[in-house]
């Protein structure tokens, strides 16, 4: 967050945190979440630069395996 854009929050009254502070998280539970938001990430990427859709992905992905294109579709929605 930008530093300007805390101090207006934080001069409004508001609490500014991270994640892990705000749902109480010990430190493995919190490399586990912003691991699953890099690979979430990563692959919205890799598929926005290929120039798939989420449907032609989990297309391609089921040709493969129906669990891989269920993975994919956990992945693209952030719920891994």
């Known amino acids: 967050m930008r530093k300007t854009k805390r101090a207006k929050l934080e001069a409004a009254g508001w609490a500014v945190g991270s994640v892990k502070e705000f749902l109480d998280l010990s ?12 690979l979430s990430r990563s692959l919205h990427d890799r598929r926005k630069k290929s120039g798939l859709s989420q449907v032609q992905l989990a297309e391609r992905l089921q040709q493969r395996s129906d669990a891989s294109a269920y993975c994919a579709a956990r992945l693209i929605l952030g719920g891994g």
Do not use: G
């Not at 430190?27 to 890099?38: G, H, I």
């Open 27 to 38: 430190e493995a539970d919190a490399t586990f979440v912003e691991l699953k938001l890099a």
